[in-house]
C-alpha cells in the first residue's frame, strides 16, 4: 500500500531552516509513513531548487503569501493526507506514532501539534503555553503547530484559505469541530520574538488576530502587520 502522508513545506528564502526541518522527518519516510514531500516557494533567492533536489522534494513556485502556497502545495501532492508544516518548525520524536493514530483512527479529523519555542527563559514557556491552552480551548491552533489532515476533508471545507496572512486562522474556523491536539511537540524558532520583543509580538499578533475575528481585509492587516514589524 502507498505511504498515505505528504509533507507541504511553504518556503521563502528559507534554505537555511530547511534540512534541519527535514531530519525529523527522516522518520516518516523510513517507516513507510511519507510518500513525498512539497516545497512551495514564494519567490527565494538563497538556492532552494538545490536545496529540494537534494531532499528528493517537488518544488512548485508562485506569488508570496502562505495561504496561496500551501494551497498550490497541497494540489501537488500526492498522498491522501497531507501534513502542513513551517520551514523552520522540528517535529519532537513521537510525531510518526501520533500521524499514524489519526490516519488509522480519526482520518476525518485534523490534528495539530503542541507549540514548543527553541529558545530558553520565562517568556518562550508562557507564550507557549498560552498558544497551547488557545488551541484547546479556542480551536485555535496557528500555523506554526503543524496541521495533519485529509486533502478530502480539506475539500469538504473548502479548501486552504489562500489568504496573505490569517490563513491558519481562517482554516481552524473551517475546521470547527474536526480538530483535535497531537501527542507531540511542534519546536519552532523564536527569533522573530527574540528581535522584535516577546510582549510586542504577542501584542500585534492579538490586535491582527482581534482586527481579522472584527472582519478586517487580510491584505489590509498585513501591511499593518508589516509596518509594525519594521518600527
Not at 510518526?96 to 501539534?113: D, K, N, Q, V
Not at 503542541?114 to 480551536?139: C, D, E, I, M, T
Not at 509580538?201 to 482586527?211: D, H, I, K
Amino acid at each position: 500500500m502507498p505511504a498515505p502522508l505528504s509533507i507541504v513545506i511553504p518556503t521563502l528564502n528559507a534554505a537555511a531552516s530547511l534540512p534541519a526541518t527535514c531530519d525529523a522527518l527522516l522518520l516518516g519516510a523510513t517507516e513507510g509513513l511519507v510518500r513525498d514531500m512539497v516545497i512551495s516557494d514564494g519567490g527565494s533567492t538563497d538556492g532552494i531548487k538545490e536545496i529540494a533536489d537534494h531532499l528528493g522534494a517537488t518544488l512548485v513556485t508562485g506569488a508570496p503569501g502562505r495561504g496561496g502556497q500551501i494551497a498550490r502545495g497541497v494540489a501537488a501532492a500526492r498522498a491522501p493526507f497531507v501534513l502542513i508544516l513551517h520551514a523552520d518548525t522540528w517535529l519532537s520524536e513521537g510525531w510518526t506514532m501520533e500521524a499514524r493514530r489519526l490516519i488509522e483512527h480519526h482520518p476525518t479529523r485534523a490534528g495539530y501539534f503542541r507549540l514548543r519555542f527553541r529558545a530558553s527563559g520565562f517568556a518562550p514557556g508562557v507564550v507557549a503555553g498560552g498558544a497551547n491552552l488557545r488551541s484547546r480551548l479556542l480551536g485555535l491552533p496557528y500555523g506554526d503547530q503543524g496541521l495533519l489532515v485529509a486533502r478530502r476533508t480539506l475539500e469538504d471545507v473548502g479548501g486552504f484559505p489562500e489568504l496573505p496572512l490569517m490563513e491558519d486562522v481562517a482554516l481552524a474556523r473551517r475546521l470547527k469541530g474536526r480538530l483535535m491536539p497531537l501527542r507531540a511537540d511542534a519546536l519552532t524558532l523564536a527569533d522573530r520574538y527574540e528581535s522584535e520583543g516577546w510582549t510586542r509580538r504577542v501584542s500585534g499578533n492579538l490586535v491582527t488576530l482581534a482586527r481579522f475575528a472584527a472582519g478586517a481585509d487580510p491584505e489590509t492587516l498585513l501591511r499593518r502587520y508589516d509596518r509594525f514589524r519594521s518600527r
